[in-house]
């Protein structure tokens, strides 16, 4: 290969340089610090897994079956995969590593990798960042996760123009059910719905049983006061349509009282990852088509471990959060030498929370180009000025 391609990466893949990295670090460094201070542990897990592991989602999620890079091990033959998503590896830590009694609250930030980008101008190597509660099927624990995610936001200091956006796959599920509709026509309403295509969900729906309600969910998909008025006595009284749409409507006043500026949008049909999530979804956007973070609940999601539990989380892709931030670092450079004063001077400015570089060999102040500050000797002592 020529020496001119042998610098160029894979499509979705990129170094972060030092003016960026170091505002993901301190996004990250911060994140973990809020979360926790709000209980939820720290985890670390590996970055390879045989796939039987991290397939624990796969079976109800073929996009993230579709999402893992596969490998061969060479030490047993068998085959590997690359995590995708970190959530099925906290869940067989919940389920079978660390299986304790009542609510867990974990958290982590790692790199995942993905075969392909999963959407515009993304990479293919997020650092995610998230949160997970096993352990709970109450409303509360929804409300504690949404709270989490928002504060998580306002941590890192993006808190204008941001809203949040709340739906429930059990509206859908739910009337799929009474219905009685075959797996295609259910694949089939739910694409009709994530294009939000009002006229051909109006056609499709006429010959389908409840197909008025069908459309109705749709037409209204924003509005639960007008669900309620529009949708017929029969779905609104079916035990777990009112379910679903009693804790959709009970999470969105309940953090509205927490955020009383927020804006919080409903979507009844937003079927992301439809089969996957088993309740609540939630996403915060803000001034962008992509989520800055996502998440909701997954019950049973530990039952490939050997361990059903009631679960809920979300997270972050930290690349994404630090979008469009640099930060310039304050460089010190100081000359050569071992005299006492001088490495005294050093190790206070240090201590202040500077960079120092010190010279070496025959070396100026011009050979550390990102000098901000020179260290020099004025009037019998070490002092700090720009350059």
């Excluded at 998909?221 to 669900?227: E, F, G, H, K, Q």
């Excluded at 471990?305 to 979008?323: H, K």
Aim: charged share 20%; hydrophobic share 40%.
């Amino acid at each position: 290969m020529p020496i001119s391609e042998t610098w160029l990466l894979p499509d979705g893949v990129a170094d972060v340089l030092p003016e960026q990295a170091q505002v993901i670090e301190t996004l990250r460094r911060d994140a973990l610090d809020f979360l926790a201070s709000r209980g939820y542990q720290l985890v670390y897990t590996p970055f390879i897994e045989y796939i039987e592991s991290l397939s624990s989602l796969s079976e109800s999620n073929q996009d993230l079956d579709l999402a893992t890079f596969k490998v061969i091990d060479q030490l047993s033959g068998r085959l590997l995969g690359v995590r995708a998503d970190m959530t099925p590896q906290v869940a067989r830590i919940d389920a079978h590593v660390h299986p304790v009694q009542g609510v867990a609250r974990y958290c982590y930030a790692g790199t995942v990798l993905h075969t392909k980008p999963q959407g515009f101008n993304t990479t293919r190597a997020p650092l995610q960042l998230g949160a997970e509660l096993f352990g709970s099927d109450s409303i509360d624990a929804d409300v504690e996760m949404v709270d989490l995610m928002l504060n998580l936001i306002k941590t890192v200091g993006l808190v204008d123009g941001i809203h949040l956006d709340l739906g429930h796959v059990g509206l859908f599920r739910s009337l799929v059910k009474h219905a009685g509709l075959s797996r295609a026509v259910e694949k089939h309403l739910s694409d009709i719905y994530q294009r939000k295509a009002l006229p051909e969900l109006a056609e499709f729906t006429q010959t389908l049983k409840f197909g008025s309600d069908f459309y109705v969910l749709g037409r209204y998909s924003s509005d639960l006061n007008a669900l309620q008025t529009h949708l017929s006595a029969e779905i609104l009284a079916d035990e777990a349509f009112k379910l679903a749409f009693d804790a959709l409507k009970t999470t969105q006043t309940e953090i509205q009282a927490r955020w009383p500026n927020l804006h919080i949008g409903i979507d009844v049909v937003e079927l992301r990852s439809y089969h996957y999530h088993t309740g609540l979804m939630y996403a915060v956007y803000a001034n962008r088509a992509a989520p800055l973070a996502q998440g909701g609940r997954y019950d049973g999601i530990g039952e490939h471990f050997g361990r059903a539990r009631p679960a809920t989380g979300f997270s972050c892709d930290l690349y994404a959060l630090s979008a469009g931030q640099f930060k310039t670092v304050s460089v010190v450079v100081a000359p050569k030498g071992t005299d006492s004063n001088l490495l005294q001077a050093i190790a206070d400015i240090r201590k202040q929370g500077l960079s120092v570089i010190q010279l070496l060999g025959q070396d100026d102040f011009n050979s550390v180009p990102n000098a901000t500050h020179q260290l020099v000797y004025i009037a019998g002592e070490w002092q700090v000025k720009n350059i």
